[in-house]
């Protein structure tokens, strides 16, 4: 899995996210479009520069994924969480 980044978004390819998130690939355009899906984006700094983060969540289940600047996932870790607000 790799984040590709086009005129400065964040892109992981559903056919990736979909599986760690328990959601057929095919649905995972319409439920970030519907806000069922939401996600943030985090830069590193100081001892984590070079890096980012990004996190999903859907489902009461949050999704990390720490990445190189390149994009390369570094890990990946999921989470169970309350209903956001």
């Given amino acids: 899995m790799k984040v590709i980044f086009t005129d400065g978004q964040a892109t992981v390819d559903a056919v990736d996210l979909g599986p760690l998130l328990d959601v057929p690939p095919a649905q995972v355009p319409a ?42 996932v570094l890990s990946s870790s999921t989470t169970p969480v309350g209903k956001r607000l």
């Fill in 31 to 72: 439920l970030m479009r519907d806000g069922e899906i939401t996600s943030q984006f985090a830069t590193g700094v100081g001892e984590d520069a070079g890096r980012f983060r990004l996190t999903f969540y859907y489902n009461q289940k949050r999704l990390r994924l720490t990445c190189l600047d390149d994009g390369t």
